[in-house]
């Protein structure tokens, strides 16, 4: 499915009305982000040195969500993570699903300050909470969600979360 014109006149217009509050800083603006997209947000953690808690940011768009309730149940499910792409250091996680043709299709974006299994495990636990309620209120469907398989690169953190 390709965007119309009308669909990037709306993305557009929607990127204008951002602000995020003109934030002296990025954790501001951040957490003014959060709110504006509430909906979007499955998870949301602020950086706290004085309890060694590390920022964590996750987010599904309902079709993201519906994605992944319907083609990662019983199928694979990809996650990939890049390493220090950013002047933070912080790593991106994407999920994907995969439809009939085997095209990849964005599930999940998280952003972690370090590349932990438990900060993993946290973000996963989430996701899956939000699913299995897609599942049961959209699709009318009983059975918690659960892939058959993940495909992961060779990180070992995503492999003991996957565990």
């Not at 499915?1 to 934030?23: C, E, T």
């Not at 199928?75 to 002047?87: L, M, Q, R, Y």
Request: aromatic fraction near 8%.
């Amino acid at each position: 499915m390709a965007l119309s014109l009308k669909d990037v006149l709306n993305i557009q217009q929607q990127l204008r009305r951002f602000d995020p509050g003109h934030a002296a800083d990025d954790a501001v603006a951040t957490r003014n982000w959060t709110k504006l997209n509430s909906e979007k947000v499955v998870l949301y953690q602020e950086r706290s040195q004085k309890e060694s808690r590390p920022f964590l940011l996750a987010w599904q768009t309902e079709w993201m969500v519906g994605k992944l309730a319907m083609l990662g149940h019983g199928s694979t499910v990809s996650i990939d993570a890049t390493f220090g792409t950013n002047k933070y250091g912080f790593q991106l996680v994407t999920m994907v699903c995969f439809d009939a043709f085997q095209n990849g299709i964005p599930c999940l974006c998280a952003i972690m300050e370090r590349h932990e299994a438990v900060d993993l495990v946290t973000i996963l636990t989430e996701v899956k909470k939000k699913v299995n309620a897609y599942r049961v209120d959209t699709l009318k469907s009983p059975d918690s969600w659960r892939p058959s398989c993940f495909l992961v690169d060779d990180a070992k953190e995503e492999n003991i979360a996957l565990r």
